[in-house]
């Protein structure tokens, strides 16, 4: 068994005295691992960080086998994103979001937001607005979308400015006026799509993590036995950190 595709570093873990194992999200083989002889060695350390694109060539026996990794690298970010806290702890959680995948099942929307997001992580307020809409591919991805698009009771399509949480639908300003205090906030750049990209505020991102992380902590890591991880609070808390404001709660 042998094929060739693009990846994205997601971790590395020694295997042996000289090897690792490599845990790439590939753009057509999903979420997938293999061991690299010599990967423990100072040589192949800059190409195995997390972030970093490769071309793989993995070569196994038997597809189920965990097979050998032939990586060349053709985008190394790790030195850039290891420059700032907020891009450390970014990656990391990307990293555990994207674990949450089903292994060797390719999702390729995935692969290129995850790719398109990791190469727009320099400024911290963006890279928080592409986290939050990562967070929101992967609830859609793992089946849980949110209907950000219609107003839940009267499937009106304007003036959405809130989100059930109990449904996860948005809710329009006329709708929900009589239980706004039961309502989330619906940020605007995520209720105006990619046209609103830039038009996002400190509360913006506040009201965003609320939305993502109640739905992905319901939905799909207590169910899992599971929490946010450190790497998300300390993404959030570099980010409010370097434009100087208190925590995003």
């Not at 506040?206 to 169910?223: A, C, K, N, Q, Y």
Request: a negative charge; glycine letters at 12%; aromatic letters at 6%.
């Amino acid at each position: 068994m042998e094929w060739t595709d693009e990846g994205i570093v997601l971790g590395v873990r020694r295997h042996g005295e000289s090897s690792a194992i490599v845990e790439l999200l590939t753009r057509e083989h999903g979420r997938h691992l293999g061991l690299v002889r010599g990967g423990a060695g100072s040589r192949m350390r800059p190409l195995l960080q997390p972030g970093n694109s490769v071309t793989a060539v993995w070569r196994a026996r038997l597809d189920e086998h965990l097979g050998m990794y032939a990586l060349e690298g053709t985008r190394l970010r790790a030195a850039t994103l290891l420059a700032s806290s907020h891009a450390v702890y970014g990656v990391t959680h990307l990293a555990a979001l994207a674990r949450l995948l089903p292994e060797r099942d390719p999702h390729e929307d995935i692969y290129e937001m995850l790719q398109g997001t990791l190469d727009d992580f320099d400024d911290a307020g963006i890279a928080a607005v592409h986290l939050i809409r990562f967070e929101l591919a992967m609830l859609t991805e793992l089946g849980f979308g949110l209907d950000l698009e219609n107003c839940a009771a009267t499937g009106e399509t304007t003036d959405l400015i809130y989100v059930s949480p109990k449904s996860g639908g948005a809710v329009s300003r006329a709708a929900g006026e009589p239980w706004r205090d039961r309502l989330l906030p619906l940020p605007a750049f995520l209720r105006e799509g990619e046209g609103g990209a830039n038009s996002w505020s400190e509360q913006d991102l506040r009201d965003g993590f609320t939305i993502t992380g109640l739905f992905l902590l319901r939905h799909v890591l207590e169910p899992r036995g599971q929490g946010h991880s450190d790497a998300r609070d300390g993404f959030i808390n570099a980010v409010t950190r370097r434009r100087g404001r208190t925590a995003i709660p």
